[in-house]
Every structure is written in C-alpha cells, then in structure tokens.
C-alpha cells in the first residue's frame, strides 16, 4: 500500500516509517524539523531509509502544503506529527501547540474528506486522561487533560471523531503510554537518566520520584499501529500502554542494574502539568487489535542503555 507518516524523522515516525517500508509498503514521509530538540538527530534518524526507493521525503509544513495533492494515491495516514512536551506547552508557546497539534490536524482531514483512505491513525497520548479517577483507566473515562499540550491531543481526538461521524473517514486514535526506547528525543526522562548515569552526571527528578508511568517499548507501539492499520475497527480510540505500572525511582534503580552504575539523585519541584500517575487499561486493544505488548522495561531499557552508549562511541 501507499502509507503517508507525518512526522517521520521523530522517534516514533522514524521507527514506523522503517517497518513499514520493511513490511513493502511504499512511504511517503513528511517532516518540517522544528526546532523543539536539534535537527542532527532527526536527520540521523531518517539516515536508514533514504536508500530506499519505496520512500519518499517531504520537507514541509503541513500547514503550508497542497495536501489534497500529497493524499491523491495514499492508502493509510499515519499522523505522527506533532508538538511535543507538556512542560513546554504553557504560556505564548501556546500557539505553537494549537498550530501543530489542532489546527494541521483538522487540514489532514479536511484533505482527506475528497480521497477514499482506508485508514487515518492519530497518534494520542495519555496525556489527556489528566489525574485520572481510576488506575488502570479506561478509554470510557471521562478525559481531563492538566496541561495544554494535553488538551491539544485531545483537541486532535475529536476532531478525528467528527470527520468520522460526518464524512465516513475510518479514523482511530492511539493513546500512547510514555513511549521509550532507542531514538528516544533528547528532552525524555530515560535519554535524560542514562545520558546522566553514562556521563557520571547528576539526574534531576521532579517531585518525589514516588510518581508511577506505564511505559511503552517504542517496538510495542510500532506493532499497534500496525494492527490498527490492519484491523476492521474505525471511529474507535485504543489505549496503548507497556502493561505494568513502576515508580520512578523503580526505574531509577533498573537503569542502575543495566549500567552497572549508581546514580546520583537530585530531587526537585514538581512541574505544572505534569499527572501524579499512569496506567492503561488495554483490555480492548487486546480484544479489537489484537495488542499485545512483549517487552518488559528491563529488556526495553537494556536496548535504549546499548543504543545511548553506541552513539557516545
């Protein structure tokens, strides 16, 4: 099939857009590299797949392209692009969250009102349960979002939502749990612990490190996607989480035991935004993808470790 990834030299684009063009599908990437962490990395994470022929790559905005031209032959969207960061998202930075988030959201769908697509994938993310009212939550919990880059994911859901209910697009909304793994953005709790145990530098946690995530292997996320691709579900929104819940300091101490290092702790004020804690309930996505997460964050931390190393060699 024909696939379009926006946001494809991100850590998740990238590594979906790999798979896919693995699977023999042909991709059509789209990437405008905002500043948010440095254009070297994401230049370094497309590096694989500009060998490919099956692979197409577009620098641009997707809010200054002709995207009913870009949608003419494609199959399946896979809309990675965004925004990305919740303690980043307040104040004026604001608008870049509603520009990136919300509003190029709404023109992919408006293009792909006139194209006959077999499937849009949006990325979410947990972010939009906010502290949520019962752990592990349920895609039936009432959303509510405690940050602003949370509101705009959810922004993005809805709007999934009505071009489904009102012009048939067969849409379906990933809730990403704390996605980890090689390729992993700078700015992310685990690049930020190992890059700070490998260098014998201090870790800086906020709030008391008591705080719990479900973290999700970036490969477990690549094969939701890819189910969902797959799946005879549409209109639909799927939690999609690593299936254990762990505290910070928890994770502390596995990093400890793969680096064979001790980390040096600094605890510090808690971020506005940022939810006490996580955990996804993926009995439907389970059911209706077939989801089934097969890392656990030993084995997951253990190949981000190798890959922070390599890139300090």
């Not at 870009?70 to 896979?78: A, E, M, Y």
């Not at 307040?90 to 959201?105: D, K, L, P």
Request: hydrophobic share 40%; aromatic share 10%.
């Amino acid at each position: 099939m024909n696939v379009l990834v926006t946001g494809v030299a991100g850590f998740i684009g990238s590594h979906l857009a790999e798979r896919l063009l693995g699977m023999g599908h042909r991709v059509t990437g789209v990437d405008c590299f905002t500043d948010y962490y440095p254009r070297k990395i994401k230049e370094s994470n497309l590096s694989r797949m500009h060998d490919s022929k099956a692979f197409l790559f577009h620098e641009d905005d997707l809010l200054q392209m002709d995207l009913t031209a870009l949608l003419k032959d494609i199959d399946v969207v896979f809309h990675e692009a965004a925004q990305a960061g919740v303690r980043a998202s307040w104040g004026s930075s604001f608008r870049i969250y509603t520009e990136n988030n919300v509003r190029a959201t709404q023109c992919l769908l408006e293009a792909a009102k006139v194209v006959k697509l077999k499937k849009f994938i949006y990325a979410s993310s947990s972010s939009i349960y906010g502290d949520a009212e019962t752990y592990p939550t349920a895609e039936n919990m009432k959303p509510m979002p405690i940050s602003p880059y949370g509101v705009t994911k959810l922004a993005g859901e809805h709007l999934c939502y009505l071009y489904y209910k009102n012009y048939s697009i067969p849409t379906v909304s990933l809730r990403y749990f704390t996605v980890y793994g090689p390729r992993q953005r700078p700015d992310m709790a685990f690049n930020k612990f190992i890059t700070a145990i490998l260098n014998d530098k201090e870790i800086a946690i906020y709030g008391d490190g008591k705080q719990t995530r479900d973290f999700t292997y970036i490969e477990d996320i690549i094969d939701a996607n890819v189910s969902a691709m797959d799946a005879q579900v549409a209109g639909d929104i799927f939690n999609i989480g690593g299936g254990s819940r762990i505290t910070v300091n928890d994770t502390i101490r596995i990093i400890e035991k793969v680096t064979g290092t001790k980390a040096k702790i600094r605890y510090i004020e808690k971020q506005k935004g940022d939810v006490r804690h996580t955990a996804a309930d993926i009995t439907r996505a389970k059911k209706l993808l077939g989801y089934a997460p097969a890392y656990d964050l030993e084995k997951g931390l253990t190949n981000e470790v190798a890959w922070l190393q390599n890139l300090k060699t």
